[in-house]
């Protein structure tokens, strides 16, 4: 009965929404925490593991009990709306105080209608997609149970050895930025002062704070080290945006920062999170990160539970250091009180902004889900999105393919269903998307013929293999010799009238714990690829990876390369309108391509040297260069080809002479000289010439999508504010100081369409 009553009372109390005055939340939160005793507040900090995909080395237990006691904040991992409220019973109805547990899930990239790996999602630069791909992915969660998401990744990082670069958006910071506020619009709602309102908005989780991204030697979890200039200008900004967007969460990295973890830095999750930029949501470690602490070097378990505490985290994910710690602390004066209610009352908060008190259940509508998750009207969307974001790095006229013929598919990536929706998607349904093999038959249904073989195990390396095929996205390992496979897919070859060769990576040989130091298309695969070629046949390269590849070979060999990353779950049929041009492709890198590892980091919006490379030139001593290769990558930040031809006209810009807190206009002229629709993406580049630190040679400040038909012209504008010519200074300070800016605007980082003003 005290139960029932203290729910009555929620709803009375509580709104709908956080629409409603903060004084009533306040209000609310206050008469609930009074009621509380230390543990239940503390359990409140408490996340566990549920459902059946486990990261790391710790799982939970007697979980159902704990919610019982009160020491459950929320669950994340389990699925399903029947299994949710299940649970969520136990919480309302058989603990004292009946609070409601958030249930938090990877929702990464999609929940059963998978969207591109985020690498390739970025690839799109189409804003309103990658809102759009938020949005239908809190539509499925929500409907399912689900009311957090631990997404957007928005860690900038410039070394494609670390494998999770294909769960961020690559290594530009001002794109980062704008992603990370398109995803956060999605998942929460549009609008900050409506977030979270309505039953198919979730809690999103901006990750991983801070500066994951940049591990040493590009090994995961490694330590990183770096300048507070170079955070503040390059890879703070990401966060920070999400933050502004409203993100109701925040998940701490595994990295040490000024040789402090990041989950017991204070100046991380305090001073620079909430009294710099404001944020009032609650922080949440990432799995084990608190007992992590521990192997960093800086203290036992209550000693790293008392630091991560009072540094600012809020909920502890899996490490039951709060719940097996905190207390003991509290009593030896090793924590506040304060401390303990400040957390407790900022995870309360996100369920009251929920709604979860008002209605624990709102988010298990098992029926909806029914008709909602993975239904036609969204896999159409993801089919295009996903087609939208492949880049197509080279083509010597052989694309698109004719429904002609007869098409030799050959590789290991050919007819694999499970690798389709690529890595972090864990809800998807991985015995329903289409294999390539079958998109293309279904495509050229009785006007062509498609040929296939796999020609080559992923790798010739069994353990590696095993290695990068984890989580049931097994290839099917081919017990043949390489040679009998070979021979095969030449038997193939030579009935083809062309060739598509799908190789590269696994969907999990890219991710969390996928770091490579050989970042080239395994052994046997490349062995298969000059075969195929020398055959003298048309080959098309159809590129899986979750990371830039070196392509020395590739590049300069075969005839089209189409880099498609993993296209999420529609990935196959998207490939087949690609690649017969129903939809010609528009995707730009968002990650340089080096030509080898040994140029890694390798970023377009680096810095000069005092002896700087002379442009146009290969080596020369006492200069920065490499005796080896030049400093050039293979594919530069933001290149993609298309099907058609663009022509930009000079840059023409409104003033020479800008007045302090003054903005300028740079504008042009985009024309399609070819002879079918198409869209490019126009960008817009700045450098600060001179400054009181120095700056990169160039950095993305703008850039739009733009559709042309065959001769259509357009005129492309972007102003130029003083937000977008300020930076950090030495003393950390935003500031747009005055002298020379170059303004850029063209296809890639590269472009020499270039004007210049004076900020006075």
Not at 62 to 82: H, P, Q, Y
Not at 486 to 514: C, K, P, T
Not at 580 to 603: A, E, R
């Given at each position: 009965m005290y139960r029932k009553l203290l729910f009555i009372s929620a709803l009375v109390v509580a709104l709908a929404s956080c629409s409603g005055p903060k004084s009533e939340m306040d209000k609310f939160i206050d008469g609930l925490m009074s009621k509380m005793t230390v543990e239940e507040k503390i359990g409140q900090?408490?996340?566990?593991?549920?459902?059946?995909?486990?990261?790391?080395?710790?799982?939970?237990?007697?979980?159902?009990?704990?919610?019982?006691?009160?020491?459950?904040?929320?669950?994340?991992?389990?699925?399903?709306?029947?299994?949710?409220?299940?649970?969520?019973?136990?919480?309302?109805?058989?603990?004292?105080?009946?609070?409601?547990?958030?249930?938090?899930?990877?929702?990464?990239?999609?929940?059963?209608?998978?969207?591109?790996?985020?690498?390739?999602?970025?690839?799109?630069?189409?804003?309103?997609?990658?809102?759009?791909?938020?949005?239908?992915?809190?539509?499925?969660?929500?409907?399912?149970?689900?009311?957090?998401t631990f997404s957007p990744m928005v860690d900038v990082s410039r070394d494609p050895r670390w494998g999770r670069v294909s769960e961020g958006s690559g290594e530009d910071t001002y794109l980062g930025c704008r992603i990370a506020e398109a995803m956060v619009r999605?998942?929460?709602?549009?609008?900050?002062?409506?977030?979270?309102?309505?039953?198919?908005?979730?809690?999103?989780?901006?990750?991983?704070?801070?500066?994951?991204?940049?591990?040493?030697?590009?090994?995961?979890?490694?330590?990183?080290?770096?300048?507070?200039?170079?955070?503040?200008?390059?890879?703070?900004?990401?966060?920070?945006?999400?933050?502004?967007?409203?993100?109701?969460?925040?998940?701490?990295?595994?990295?040490?920062?000024?040789?402090?973890?990041a989950t017991g830095s204070h100046w991380l999750m305090t001073e620079v999170l909430r009294d710099e930029w404001g944020f009032d949501g609650f922080v949440v470690t990432d799995y084990t990160g608190i007992f992590e602490m521990i192997a960093h070097g800086v203290g036992d378990f209550e000693a790293v539970s008392v630091q991560a505490l009072k540094a600012g985290i809020d909920m502890d994910m899996v490490s039951e250091g709060f719940v097996g710690n905190v207390k003991n602390a509290l009593d030896k004066g090793l924590v506040s009180m304060k401390e303990i209610d400040t957390a407790c009352r900022r995870i309360l908060e996100a369920k009251y902004r929920l709604g979860l008190f008002e209605d624990p259940y709102k988010f298990c509508r098992a029926e909806q889900a029914a008709e909602e998750v993975y239904c036609q009207e969204h896999r159409d969307v993801a089919r295009k999105i996903a087609s939208e974001s492949f880049v197509l790095l080279k083509n010597e006229g052989v694309l698109p393919l004719k429904k002609q013929g007869t098409i030799g598919l050959i590789g290991p990536l050919a007819d694999t269903r499970s690798n389709m929706p690529g890595t972090w998607s864990v809800a998807a349904r991985f015995d329903v998307p289409k294999t390539i093999r079958e998109g293309l038959t279904e495509a050229v249904?009785?006007?062509?013929?498609?040929?296939?073989?796999?020609?080559?195990?992923?790798?010739?390396?069994?353990?590696?293999?095993?290695?990068?095929?984890?989580?049931?996205?097994?290839?099917?390992?081919?017990?043949?010799?390489?040679?009998?496979?070979?021979?095969?897919?030449?038997?193939?070859?030579?009935?083809?009238?062309?060739?598509?060769?799908?190789?590269?990576?696994?969907?999990?040989?890219?991710?969390?714990?996928?770091?490579?130091t050989d970042i080239s298309i395994p052994?046997?695969?490349?062995?298969?690829?000059?075969?195929?070629?020398?055959?003298?046949?048309?080959?098309?390269?159809?590129?899986?990876?979750?990371?830039?590849?070196?392509?020395?070979?590739?590049?300069?060999?075969?005839?089209?390369?189409?880099?498609?990353?993993?296209?999420?779950?529609?990935?196959?049929?998207?490939?087949?309108?690609?690649?017969?041009?129903?939809?010609?492709?528009?995707?730009?890198?968002?990650?340089?391509?080096?030509?080898?590892?040994?140029?890694?980091?390798?970023?377009?919006?680096?810095?000069?040297?005092?002896?700087?490379?002379?442009?146009?030139?290969?080596?020369?001593?006492?200069?920065?260069?490499?005796?080896?290769?030049?400093?050039?990558?293979?594919?530069?930040?933001g290149y993609g080809l298309s099907y058609t031809t663009f022509e930009y006209s000079p840059i023409s810009i409104s003033a020479t002479e800008v007045a302090a807190g003054g903005s300028v206009t740079a504008e042009v002229t985009v024309t399609n000289t070819g002879s079918v629709e198409g869209k490019e993406v126009v960008q817009m580049y700045l450098q600060d010439v001179v400054g009181t630190t120095t700056r990169p040679v160039r950095e993305l400040k703008g850039f739009e999508k733009v559709s042309l038909a065959p001769g259509e012209s357009k005129v492309v504008k972007f102003e130029i504010t003083p937000e977008l010519m300020s930076h950090y200074n030495s003393n950390l300070e935003f500031v747009a100081e005055p002298g020379e800016f170059i303004v850029s605007v063209g296809a890639d980082c590269r472009t020499k369409n270039s004007a210049s003003f004076i900020l006075k």
């Open positions: 900090l408490n996340l566990p593991v549920a459902g059946d995909i486990v990261t790391g080395q710790a799982k939970s237990s007697n979980v159902s009990e704990r919610i019982r006691a009160g020491e459950v904040g929320g669950l994340f991992n389990l699925k399903g709306a029947d299994k949710i409220r299940d649970v969520q019973r136990i919480a309302v109805e058989e603990s004292r105080l009946g609070i409601p547990i958030l249930f938090g899930m990877d929702v990464i990239h999609g929940y059963e209608t998978i969207f591109p790996i985020p690498l390739g999602l970025s690839c799109s630069w189409d804003m309103e997609a990658v809102e759009l791909s938020a949005r239908i992915a809190a539509e499925e969660a929500s409907s399912d149970g689900i009311c957090w999605g998942y929460q709602g549009p609008d900050k002062e409506t977030q979270l309102t309505r039953d198919d908005q979730i809690l999103a989780c901006v990750k991983h704070f801070a500066l994951y991204g940049a591990p040493e030697a590009g090994r995961d979890y490694s330590t990183v080290d770096m300048s507070h200039l170079r955070m503040y200008n390059e890879y703070f900004p990401p966060y920070k945006a999400a933050v502004d967007a409203g993100a109701a969460s925040v998940m701490a990295s595994f990295n040490e920062v000024d040789g402090i973890p249904a009785g006007k062509a013929k498609v040929l296939y073989a796999k020609g080559s195990n992923l790798t010739s390396d069994y353990d590696l293999e095993i290695r990068s095929t984890m989580f049931g996205r097994e290839l099917g390992r081919d017990n043949r010799t390489d040679a009998q496979l070979l021979n095969e897919a030449l038997a193939v070859a030579r009935q083809s009238d062309v060739i598509v060769a799908a190789l590269g990576e696994s969907s999990e040989m890219s991710g969390e714990s996928s770091s490579r052994d046997v695969q490349q062995k298969l690829l000059k075969a195929l070629v020398a055959t003298g046949k048309p080959v098309v390269l159809l590129l899986f990876n979750g990371r830039p590849l070196t392509l020395n070979w590739e590049s300069e060999n075969v005839p089209a390369i189409l880099d498609v990353w993993f296209g999420g779950s529609e990935t196959a049929d998207a490939v087949a309108d690609v690649i017969f041009g129903d939809v010609n492709p528009s995707g730009k890198l968002t990650m340089s391509f080096p030509k080898n590892v040994g140029q890694v980091p390798l970023y377009y919006a680096a810095k000069n040297t005092g002896r700087p490379l002379l442009e146009g030139r290969w080596f020369e001593k006492f200069r920065s260069n490499y005796l080896d290769v030049d400093n050039d990558p293979l594919y530069p930040f």
